[in-house]
């Protein structure tokens, strides 16, 4: 008798982890994923559009700024992590918190690697270049265009020194934290003709290389090659400086 | 119907401030989630807002879960 109860255990216990798998088979359409020790990489995901001082409707995808900042603090401040990887497929979004993400990225003490898959519009620009090292898919897209304003805009000459005052902002972050020029930046920025019914430029992967906006063509496996390369090289200079 | 105006679409038909409310940012098991409510009173897991890798792995904190 004593024999045959874990025996039974045995089955119950495989009964209810099977039925688990088949309840998450028919609500997500897939079976459950390994689990892995802790990790030294984290990773942040900026997708849809960047949410900044309005919030959006509900149907729109966004990544609100409020939630990042709290996590790249935690992540600068957990010695466990080592090192960051930005995944970028963004639309663009508010300025000012596009800005404020890239400084907060740009001003980490860890090494970080972003990679742009898909899309890294507009705002997408200065978080893809705060990073210690970018890459971006052969198929991804950045459009560089210049910033526009919605809601009340009062007709003043103003306004207008305000949205170029805001424009110069991106336009010094970009150039500072990548190798690509003011001049051509600005040139990209103000093309005419590449996009229809718009002023501006859509760069694709190997041309954002080329004019220097980009550090290199790649997906994850060179991002996190990268990155690690890099944490590497963090310790050593930890080493020497003790 | 063709509208034909300079004001923005979500200008003419603002969003419901119930849609607003649907959605929540909440702490589950110490990590942040993004929920909807469902019509049971129950709340479905939209995305989660981690950054650490291992947290994507695990079930409880899958997209799609009821919690």
């Given at each position: 008798?004593?024999?045959?109860?874990?025996?039974?255990?045995?089955?119950?216990?495989?009964?209810?982890?099977?039925?688990?798998l088949?309840?998450?088979?028919?609500?997500?359409?897939?079976?459950?994923?390994?689990?892995?020790?802790?990790?030294?990489?984290?990773?942040?995901?900026?997708?849809?559009q960047?949410?900044?001082?309005?919030q959006?409707?509900?149907?729109?995808?966004?990544?609100?700024?409020?939630?990042?900042?709290?996590?790249?603090?935690?992540?600068?401040?957990?010695?466990?992590?080592e090192?960051?990887?930005?995944?970028?497929?963004?639309v663009?979004?508010?300025?000012?918190?596009?800005?404020?993400?890239?400084?907060?990225?740009?001003?980490?003490?860890?090494?970080?690697?972003?990679?742009?898959?898909?899309?890294?519009?507009?705002?997408?620009?200065?978080?893809?270049?705060s990073?210690?090292?970018?890459?971006?898919?052969?198929?991804?897209?950045?459009?560089?265009?210049?910033i526009?304003?919605?809601?009340?805009?009062?007709?003043?000459?103003?306004?207008?020194?305000?949205?170029?005052k805001?424009?110069?902002?991106v336009?010094?972050?970009?150039?500072?934290?990548?190798?690509?020029?003011?001049?051509?930046?600005?040139?990209?920025?103000?093309?005419?003709?590449?996009?229809?019914?718009?002023?501006?430029?859509?760069?694709?992967?190997?041309?954002?290389?080329?004019?220097?906006?980009?550090?290199?063509?790649?997906?994850?496996?060179?991002?996190?090659?990268?990155?690690?390369?890099?944490?590497?090289?963090?310790?050593?200079?930890?080493?020497?400086?003790? | 119907?063709?509208?034909?105006?300079p004001?923005?679409?979500s200008?003419?038909?603002?969003?419901?401030?119930?849609?607003?409310?649907?959605?929540q940012?909440?702490?589950?098991?110490?990590?942040?989630?993004?929920v909807?409510?469902q019509?049971?009173?129950s709340?479905?897991?939209?995305?989660?807002?981690?950054?650490?890798p291992?947290?994507?792995?695990d079930?409880?904190?899958?997209p799609?879960?009821?919690?």
């Amino acid at each position: 008798m004593a024999d045959k109860d874990p025996g039974k255990q045995d089955q119950n216990d495989d009964q209810k982890t099977q039925s688990s798998l088949v309840q998450k088979i028919q609500q997500l359409g897939q079976s459950s994923v390994p689990t892995a020790p802790d990790s030294n990489i984290h990773v942040l995901s900026i997708i849809g559009q960047v949410e900044g001082h309005v919030q959006l409707p509900p149907q729109n995808k966004t990544t609100k700024y409020e939630h990042l900042i709290p996590q790249i603090v935690a992540v600068e401040q957990n010695p466990k992590i080592e090192g960051l990887i930005i995944i970028l497929n963004t639309v663009g979004g508010d300025v000012e918190a596009g800005l404020a993400l890239s400084e907060m990225l740009a001003s980490l003490s860890k090494p970080t690697v972003s990679i742009v898959l898909g899309g890294g519009h507009s705002i997408g620009v200065p978080i893809a270049v705060s990073a210690s090292y970018s890459y971006i898919a052969p198929s991804a897209t950045m459009t560089i265009h210049p910033i526009r304003l919605t809601g009340l805009v009062i007709g003043v000459p103003q306004t207008f020194e305000y949205l170029d005052k805001m424009q110069e902002r991106v336009i010094q972050f970009v150039t500072s934290h990548s190798n690509i020029e003011e001049k051509k930046f600005k040139e990209l920025m103000f093309e005419k003709g590449n996009l229809t019914r718009d002023i501006g430029t859509n760069v694709i992967g190997t041309d954002a290389v080329k004019y220097g906006l980009i550090d290199g063509v790649g997906g994850v496996k060179e991002a996190i090659k990268k990155l690690n390369e890099l944490i590497d090289n963090n310790k050593q200079e930890g080493k020497m400086i003790q | 119907m063709i509208l034909y105006t300079p004001l923005s679409e979500s200008d003419i038909y603002p969003t419901e401030q119930k849609d607003y409310d649907k959605c929540q940012t909440v702490n589950y098991q110490g990590r942040m989630v993004q929920v909807e409510k469902q019509d049971d009173g129950s709340f479905r897991i939209l995305q989660l807002l981690s950054t650490d890798p291992n947290d994507y792995l695990d079930n409880s904190f899958t997209p799609g879960e009821i919690i």
